[in-house]
């Protein structure tokens, strides 16, 4: 499996833009790249999932270079609500692909 | 519409005693994930089951044990607890597809270990 770096934490200001990037060198062909969303003493919830290039949903934007080594979720104006842990992995896409959870990213997202 | 079910949603169990969480996966899916999660940490994953087999191990303890059940519900069971069992307990499940799956979250399942 791919190992993932993230930045530990981050800060923002509501209505700013961020963007998160996870590094991800050893990425394999068949891996994609999926970013979820947690709440304390709440589970994960699935943000975005991408292969290459860019992914656009309703709430997010994941951007992967040509050489797959990286990507940077991007959300747009943030609210406070958007303070969370955020995490980037990397596996095979489909049911039987893994799902490991490396050290994830927190933003704190201020007024 | 029907999210993954973990039951029961808090558990308070003593040393040395057993336990067991359930898990209902959303209806459909045939791949159910367990994870571990400590205060401050990160989810741990502990073992996977695709259809009733299973299919990834990871950090799972030997004193820890699970299975898949032909409804698909998952059970996680937990024998000879330590203080350092208390965790929140995750279960995921996926659904059929060999693409871009996204994987559903239960509420968890908080173990106190006294």
């Known amino acids: 499996l791919a190992k993932t770096t993230q930045p530990i934490s981050m800060d923002s200001y509501e209505g700013q833009e961020v963007n998160i990037t996870c590094s991800h060198n050893?990425?394999?062909?068949?891996?994609?790249i999926t970013w979820y969303q947690q709440f304390p003493s709440q589970g994960p919830r699935f943000i975005i999932q991408?292969?290459?290039t860019k992914v656009t949903n309703e709430v997010a934007s994941l951007f992967i270079p040509a050489d797959r080594k990286s990507s940077t979720l991007s959300l747009p104006r943030v609210s406070l609500s958007d303070t969370a842990v955020y995490y980037c992995?990397?596996?095979?896409?489909?049911?039987?692909?893994?799902?490991?959870f490396g050290q994830g990213t927190t933003l704190q997202v201020k007024p | 519409a029907a999210g993954v079910i973990q039951s029961p949603r808090h558990l308070i169990k003593e040393k040395r005693e057993t336990a067991t969480l359930k898990c209902y996966p959303i209806?459909?899916?045939?791949?159910v994930y367990w994870y571990q999660q400590g205060p401050g940490q990160d989810p741990q994953f502990l073992i996977s089951?695709?259809?009733?087999?299973?299919?990834d191990k990871g950090s799972i303890p030997d004193r820890f044990s699970a299975q898949q059940f032909s409804d698909y519900h998952s059970e996680l069971n937990m024998s000879s607890l330590e203080l350092g069992d208390s965790a929140l307990y995750f279960c995921?499940?996926?659904?059929?597809?060999?693409?871009?799956?996204?994987?559903?979250f239960g509420q968890g399942t908080r173990l106190t270990v006294v």
């Open positions: 995921a499940s996926r659904g059929q597809g060999k693409m871009n799956t996204e994987a559903f």
């Open positions: 050893n990425i394999a062909t068949n891996d994609y």
């Open positions: 991408g292969y290459k």
């Open positions: 992995l990397v596996g095979e896409g489909g049911n039987t692909g893994k799902l490991i």
């Open positions: 209806p459909r899916h045939d791949t």
């Open positions: 089951f695709y259809e009733k087999m299973q299919s």
